[in-house]
């Protein structure tokens, strides 16, 4: 299994700050993921973020607003910027282990809560 | 775009009982259909997966069924308890791909 943890797990911003959510593995992994989840709801893919290459961002996420850096095999930052209330939510990061089974197994930290004012 | 949705968005049984849990699916180019459990204030966890090729899947006390005529997958928990109370995802894994892609979730509540 990976361990994966999260900082800060919670905080309250002010609209048009920024804050950047860190992402830790007990494990070098390749594959790393972003996602959000807004409460009561599914988890929607922001971006793939694997080492060594630019991040890959599904549709309707940016990079300028969403900018993501992978500098190692087992850390991973997502920076939510210039914020406002619509992107209060949870995120959560998400790592896959490769040639490891079961190999679709998506293991997932415990989640930052967002709350923008 | 592909989405991947449920029936029923929550579900209640009694301990002790079966549970299904239903999920429809729009994209075909799919290698992979998944099922996580989503216990409040942690994020999901893997249950069992299926390949796209398979009809049936079974794992410890949960039986993972898959559809492709009606697009359809469920996951059955036997003798449920109150430890699997939780909301359930169904999810693909597109062919060629390494993302996955989430559905909506049900939430199973388990009455003792």
């Known amino acids: 299994s990976a361990v994966i943890s999260q900082k800060p797990s919670r905080d309250i911003c002010q609209r048009g700050t920024s804050l950047t959510i860190q992402c830790q593995v007990d494990s070098q992994v390749t594959m790393m993921f972003w996602y959000r989840q807004q409460p009561g709801q599914s988890l929607t893919l922001i971006a793939t973020a694997n080492q060594g290459s630019e991040a890959t961002y599904e549709s309707g996420f940016v990079i300028d607003k969403f900018p993501i850096s992978r500098p190692n095999l087992t850390f991973s930052t997502l920076t939510v910027s210039n914020m406002s209330p619509e992107d209060s939510s949870i995120y959560l990061c998400?790592?896959?282990?490769?040639?490891?089974?079961?190999?679709?197994?998506?293991?997932f930290g415990p989640g930052t809560r967002l709350t923008v004012l | 775009g592909e989405s991947v949705g449920l029936h029923l968005p929550t579900l209640s049984v009694q301990e002790g009982d079966n549970s299904i849990i239903n999920c429809a699916y729009s994209n075909s180019a799919s290698d992979y259909f998944i099922w996580y459990k989503q216990e409040s204030g942690k994020g999901p966890q893997f249950i069992i997966d299926?390949?796209?090729?398979?009809d049936k899947r079974q794992g410890q006390r949960v039986t993972v069924l898959l559809n492709k005529t009606v697009k359809h997958l469920s996951l059955q928990i036997a003798a449920t308890q109150p430890g699997d109370s939780a909301v359930y995802f169904c999810a693909e894994t597109l062919t060629g791909g390494f993302k996955t892609i989430f559905g909506a979730g049900t939430r199973l509540f388990v009455k003792a």
């Open positions: 299926i390949r796209s090729n398979m």
């Open positions: 998400s790592v896959k282990r490769t040639g490891v089974a079961p190999y679709n197994e998506q293991f």
